[in-house]
């Protein structure tokens, strides 16, 4: 079993930053950020190996950056450059021969 608690998010202006945290319970092999906007399906955001290999997707690739505590079983996701397009429900994940999903937390990225 793998819990994941986040944090962070809320509102900021184009062109601002945000930094989101997920505590995870359990050990998870890989753990991650996907997010969802209204009326559109869940999308990879960032993902992070417990080697450290990272993947993002296309559209957040120089903005945002993903980072790993092994130590304290968290994974943080640092958002820069924010538009309005990344204004979604932001969920942590976590795979452990199964997907295992944070509550989520609101981005909202006025322009």
Do not use: H
Request: proline letters at 2%; a positive charge.
């Amino acid at each position: 079993q793998v819990q994941l608690v986040e944090s962070g998010g809320g509102l900021v202006q184009a062109g601002g930053s945000l930094r989101l945290s997920c505590a995870a319970s359990g050990s998870a092999f890989r753990l991650g950020w996907y997010r969802q906007a209204p009326g559109k399906q869940r999308e990879l955001v960032a993902t992070i190996t417990e080697v450290g290999g990272t993947n993002y997707a296309d559209s957040v690739k120089g903005r945002f950056t993903i980072s790993r505590d092994k130590a304290k079983n968290t994974v943080d996701l640092q958002m820069n450059s924010l538009k309005p397009e990344d204004t979604a429900v932001y969920y942590c994940n976590g795979w452990r021969f199964r997907d295992y999903w944070g509550q989520g937390t609101q981005v909202t990225v006025s322009s």
